[in-house]
């Protein structure tokens, strides 16, 4: 064996004579017998290097047979070159997994899912278990458990976080309290998962939100695993960071929806029923279906004292979508402070007019106002129409008659006028208050012909005698099938009904709709 002065210092116990197995480790050693016996099976190739460790080092060897059949190899320390490598791969592995969480996180606005996406990718990734830990509520501590393999699981706690070093700090968004400062052993037994063993270490990280605290991530290594390096920690925070994100992005989600639901109660029309001795049915279909609610609206106001009149309004904002229903929201409200005056419909109109000419609404409203008394064995009513379509009446015979109720749009001209008119009702006979959503729809069998008053009013001749809620859903189904799936505006119905008195004895007397008069 020889070797050159650099070759001496890579294998000090290289002298000229010794064998090369006693000097180089195994795998050069191995490597130059089989070079050093060439066969057609068994010559590495010189263009693939072999690659071994050499005192703490790590080296290309590169073979070359000599023209007396020895064997030189030369060696290239790659060492720095592998490192850069293995910390380019762990770089993009690392880019790789916060792409994928970021995906996976934002997908879903619901906080549980975040939670379980967040507490089983870290426990995949980046430990043996981990917790996702959120704010308490009700003196409970929402957490998040899982293994590594498993499946996320949801308990609520009742602990203090505080018992836990840096667990309280980390919920009110504390920096991190580095793991070396933990005490594994300290660990209590509700943070440990079934099964898991002695803990090694623990990282404990807060998870930012927007603002506020989102919650916090604790991770769990097992005593045989390695612990969490400086930089393993410093990862895990990027993570949280991602997760927190997402986590205040659905608690917040959450909290619009609850409080867009509470708002949506208020606005949706109400259902509608008898009230002292007459009947009321009401339907509604916003412009979009994916609405709930839009510029229509209707109500109907009980009188304060049992047998007086009760008020009815229905109306039409201008525009559609939520910004119209925010308007009918402060028409509703306005008509409900004004309910001492409901036997006045021109001064309530009047009011009305001027509370919307004053807010910083530019929206303008058609509305009808009806007063429905039950007085023996008929109804009487009051209407007034501001700018709105005119109430029809359905006589028992079929006749359908326009009530001559007119007046002025409200909330676009300073001063209005309006028309009141009063009718009486039978029993059975019903008196339909409608918006121009209706008779505005357009369909047919070319797609763009208007439903029309004249086909509203033959329809309407057919429900002689039909009791209120029948009139309504007969109303709203010829209007779907006139429309099919084309746009159209907001739709709403008001039937007022005299109910029948005559009781057919076959059926005692008191099964609702079972009548003769």
């Known amino acids: ?20 197995v006693e000097v180089a480790p195994a795998w050069l050693s191995a490597a130059h017998d089989v070079f050093s016996s060439p066969g057609p099976h068994t010559v590495p190739d010189p263009e693939e290097p072999l690659h071994g460790v050499i005192g703490g080092r790590r080296f290309e060897a590169h073979p070359t047979r000599r023209d007396d059949g020895s064997v030189a190899w030369w060696f290239v320390d790659d060492t720095d070159h592998q490192l850069v490598q293995e910390a380019l791969r762990m770089e993009r592995e690392r880019t790789a997994f916060l792409a994928k969480a970021s ?19 870290a426990a995949e990734s980046l430990a043996d278990a981990a917790l996702a830990i959120a704010p308490s509520r009700s003196s409970r501590l929402p957490v998040v458990t899982c293994l590594r393999g498993g499946t996320p699981v949801l308990a609520d706690m009742s602990v203090d976080p505080d018992d836990v070093p840096g667990l309280g700090e980390a919920l009110r968004g504390f920096p991190p309290v580095p793991s070396r400062w933990l005490d594994p052993a300290a660990a209590p037994a509700w943070m440990v998962p079934e099964g898991f063993g002695p803990v090694g270490s623990i990282v404990i990280t807060p998870l930012p939100g927007h603002g506020v605290p989102a919650g916090a991530l604790v991770l769990l290594r097992k ?9 393993e920690e410093v990862f895990a925070r990027l993570f949280a960071a991602r997760a927190g994100a997402a986590m205040s992005a659905a608690r917040l989600y959450a909290e619009q929806t609850a409080i867009t639901d509470v708002l949506m109660r208020e606005l949706l029309p109400p259902v509608l029923h008898q009230v002292s001795g007459v009947d009321f049915a009401g339907g509604y279909r916003p412009s979009a279906d994916h609405e709930r609610i839009g510029g229509d609206f209707y109500d109907v106001h009980p009188a304060t004292v049992e047998g007086e009149a009760s008020l009815v309004s229905l109306g039409d904002v201008c525009g559609k979508g939520l910004e119209a229903a925010v308007l009918t929201g402060k028409i509703r409200n306005t008509l409900h402070a004004l309910l001492p005056l409901a036997s006045d419909h021109q001064r309530m109109l009047r009011l009305l007019n001027t509370a919307l000419l004053s807010s910083h609404h530019t929206r303008f409203a058609t509305m009808v106002l009806a007063s429905a008394q039950r007085l023996g064995n008929t109804v009487d009513l009051k209407l007034t129409s501001g700018g709105h379509p005119s109430p029809l009446i359905i006589r028992a015979d079929g006749t ?17 006028s309006t028309v009141t008119v009063t009718a009486s ?25 208007l439903f029309g008053d004249e086909r509203l009013k033959r329809a309407l001749s057919g429900c002689a005698g039909m009791p209120a809620e029948g009139i309504v859903e007969h109303v709203q189904m010829l209007a779907a099938q006139w429309l099919g799936n084309r746009p159209h505006d907001d739709m709403a119905v008001v039937v007022i009904s005299a109910p029948r008195t005559h009781h057919l004895s076959a059926v005692n007397g008191h099964t609702r709709g079972r009548f003769t008069a």
Do not use: W
Request: glycine letters at 12%.
């Open 425 to 449: 009702l039978a029993p059975g006979e019903s008196c339909v208050l409608y918006t121009d959503g209706i008779t505005e729809a357009k369909g047919g069998p070319m797609g763009d012909t």
């Open 223 to 231: 005593a045989e695993t390695a612990s969490f390096s400086a930089e």
């Open 400 to 416: 359908v008659e326009e009530t001559d109720t007119h007046g002025t749009l409200i909330g676009a001209l300073p001063d209005i």
């Open 103 to 121: 995906s996976l996180l934002l997908s879903s606005l619901n906080l549980g899912r975040c939670m379980d996406v967040t507490a089983q990718m």
């Open 1 to 20: 064996m020889r070797c050159n002065d650099a070759a001496g210092l890579l294998l000090p116990a290289a002298t000229p004579g010794t064998p090369l």
